[in-house]
Nanobody, 121 residues
Framework: QVQLVESGGGLVQAGGSLRLSCAASGSIASINAMAWYRQAPGKQRELVAAITTGENTNYADSVKGRFTISRDSAKMTVYLQMNILKLEDTAVYYC???????????????WGQGTQVTISS
């Protein structure tokens, strides 16, 4: 199977920066797109940023120009550099990957357990 483990969350003041990491592990045959989602209290989970194997990226309008997603395919890791953080960025951030385990014939969706990001004023 495929496991995703996030790290890098925490408490930071508005205007500050954080870098999230998500490492994939397990019996992985291939990883396709990877992404970061977030879910704030009382709100639906939303896409923050995504990156393909060709390193094409896509961002939510609310984070464009402030967040940067990148990946290291050799390390099976995706990163989210978050700058100029705002109060409204407070949420649990989830890593997502479309991947195929060696035991599977198809690609499936995998999620990390989430990491809390809290922005203080």
């Amino acid at each position: 199977q495929v496991q995703l483990v996030e790290s890098g969350g925490g408490l930071v003041q508005a205007g500050g920066s954080l870098r999230l990491s998500c490492a994939a592990s397990g019996s992985i045959a291939s990883i396709n797109a990877m992404a970061w989602y977030r879910q704030a209290p009382g709100k639906q989970r939303e896409l923050v940023a995504a990156i393909t194997t060709g390193e094409n990226t896509n961002y939510a309008d609310s984070v464009k120009g402030r967040f940067t997603i990148s990946r290291d395919s050799a390390k099976m890791t995706v990163y989210l550099q978050m700058n100029i953080l705002k109060l409204e960025d407070t949420a649990v951030y989830y890593c997502h990957a479309v991947a195929r385990a060696y035991t599977d014939y198809t690609f499936n969706d995998y999620w990390g357990q989430g990491t809390q990001v809290t922005i203080s004023s």
